[in-house]
């Protein structure tokens, strides 16, 4: 029963700063990777950015690349992503998200949490 809970979002004004957190907790037996997508009102979920665990290879949508940055405490199996410079069309619905093996030889299922808002003003 994995479960995936986010922090940090919130109002800040255009220009500013916010750090998303995501905690994995449960039964598992590896974390392939962590990342994190959002959802705009009216428009479709898009891929943010993602970090695997092997090599800590990450990737990000074009639109964020030099303002975010996505990092993980394999310790803690949290993922963060630190947000620069915001603009109002980051406002969105953040979801963090696992690939996570629930033994030993499994495929890598993806899993969900429940979104937090960062809202960002103009």
């Known amino acids: 029963q994995v479960q995936l809970l986010e922090s940090g979002g919130g109002l800040v004004q255009a220009g500013g700063s916010l750090r998303l957190s995501c905690a994995a907790s449960?039964?598992?037996?590896?974390?392939?990777?962590m990342g994190w997508y959002r959802q705009a009102p009216g428009e479709q979920r898009e891929l943010v950015a993602t970090i695997t665990s092997r090599s800590d290879s990450t990737n990000y949508v074009d639109s964020v690349k030099g303002r975010f940055t996505i990092s993980r405490d394999a310790a803690k199996n949290t993922v963060y992503l630190q947000m620069n410079n915001l603009k109002p069309e980051d406002t969105a619905v953040y979801y963090c998200y696992a690939e996570i093996a629930a033994a030993r030889y499994h495929t890598g299922l993806p899993y969900w949490g429940k979104g937090t808002l960062v809202t960002v003003s103009s």
């Open positions: 449960g039964t598992f037996f590896r974390i392939n990777a």
